[in-house]
């Protein structure tokens, strides 16, 4: 059974940095590709980062890249967010999610089958 539990979310000041996480089964950690997505009010949600089974390949929207590190520990059945230099823009509530085995496109949100409840950041200006 699969499930998905984020936490670390909260309200901070743009500039400043803030780590959420992601615990899961046993067998999501250890078989699947994970990512983090992102959704604002009124807005579709968004793709942020992902990473593959292992943490050698990572994948970063444009919008986070060089901002944010994705990482994961397969041992602990958790996988992170470290988001730096957060502006407004972050602000959104942030979901882990299981990717498809034999799916191409990590960015699409389509092709996640399992999803936390999320977590809120939001960012003051």
């Known amino acids: 059974q699969v499930w998905l539990v984020e936490s670390g979310g909260g309200l901070v000041q743009a500039g400043d940095s803030l780590r959420v996480s992601c615990a899961g089964s046993?067998?999501?950690?250890?078989?699947?590709?994970m990512g983090w997505f992102r959704q604002a009010p009124g807005k579709e949600r968004e793709f942020v980062a992902g990473?593959?089974?292992?943490?050698?390949?990572?994948y970063y929207a444009d919008s986070v890249k060089g901002r944010f590190g994705i990482s994961r520990d397969n041992a602990k059945n958790t996988m992170s967010l470290q988001m730096n230099s957060l502006k407004p823009e972050d602000t959104a509530v942030y979901y882990c999610?299981?990717?498809?085995?034999?799916?191409?496109?990590?960015?699409?949100?389509?092709?996640?089958?399992?999803w936390g409840q999320g977590t809120q950041v939001t960012v003051s200006s």
């Open positions: 990473i593959s089974w292992n943490g050698v390949r990572r």
């Open positions: 999610a299981v990717f498809r085995p034999g799916s191409y496109n990590t960015r699409d949100l389509l092709n996640y089958d399992y």
């Open positions: 046993q067998l999501t950690f250890t078989s699947y590709a």
